[in-house]
């Protein structure tokens, strides 16, 4: 059966410093991958998609910056941390024939 | 621009009570998902409604999918406490036909004893 991990699960960064998430898959191949962002008590924003290794389809403009080296890994990184980079990060596949999402367990980002 | 927009965005409902929670959505998809999310945790899929005049049920709650009025809605029968989470819906194409899963605002549903 396919697995999703993710992490770390919280994170408490100063502004300035640099981030790195993982989120890899395991029990399936050539997934989409997705990196989304939920603000307090706020919706989902989508953050990066990606259809294959090397892939990487931004959705909105930011410090933020995402790669995929293989094919059931996906990361997001970022430079220089923000006060607004807090928030839930989570990070989801979907299969080919896009049915539905799978969702790792998140990682809670708190800038300081 | 895309669209995906759940109505109400908060629910407090009495125990027993019925209610019905909105999402419209602008793009031509024809699939619909909807997740649950408790606080502080991550998405679980409830339904994912695939086809027009789909309609899907699992305990209290019933989802339905009305492709040309660009409509889902989720049911709630008889509300019991165990329900208060925030739901989401979703489509998985944007108004250009691209592949992406974008989620609806969220309605923050509480049930009160």
């Known amino acids: 059966s396919q697995t999703i991990h993710q992490w770390p699960a919280t994170l408490v960064q100063p502004v300035g410093s640099p981030l790195s998430l993982e989120c890899t898959v395991e029990?399936?191949?050539?997934?989409?991958l997705y990196w989304y962002r939920q603000a307090a008590g706020r919706g989902l924003q989508l953050l990066f998609y990606?259809?294959?290794?090397?892939?990487i389809s931004s959705e909105v403009p930011q410090n933020l910056s995402a790669s995929r080296p293989q094919d059931r890994q996906f990361i997001l990184s970022s430079k220089k941390l923000l006060l607004s980079d807090s928030g839930f990060y989570l990070c989801?596949?979907?299969?080919?024939?896009?049915?539905?999402?799978?969702f790792g367990q998140g990682t809670r980002l708190t800038v300081v | 621009e895309l669209k995906v927009e759940q109505n109400p965005l908060f629910l407090s409902m009495q125990e027993g009570k019925n209610y019905t929670i909105y999402c419209n959505y602008s793009?031509?998809?024809?699939?619909l998902y909807w997740y649950r999310q408790d606080p502080g945790k991550s998405l679980e899929s409830l339904f994912v409604?695939?086809?027009?005049?789909a309609v899907k049920q699992e305990g209290r709650l019933m989802a339905s999918l009305d492709t040309k009025a660009r409509l889902s809605t989720l049911h709630i029968t008889a509300a019991v406490h165990d329900l208060s989470a925030t739901y989401f819906c979703?489509?998985?194409?944007?108004?250009?036909?691209?592949?992406?899963?974008?989620f609806g605002t969220g309605t923050r549903l509480k049930v009160l004893a």
């Open positions: 979703a489509v998985d194409k944007d108004d250009s036909g691209t592949y992406k899963y974008i």
């Open positions: 793009t031509t998809s024809d699939r």
């Open positions: 409604l695939l086809s027009n005049g």
């Open positions: 989801a596949w979907i299969d080919r024939f896009n049915t539905e999402a799978f």
């Open positions: 990606s259809v294959g290794i090397g892939q």
């Open positions: 029990g399936t191949s050539n997934p989409n």
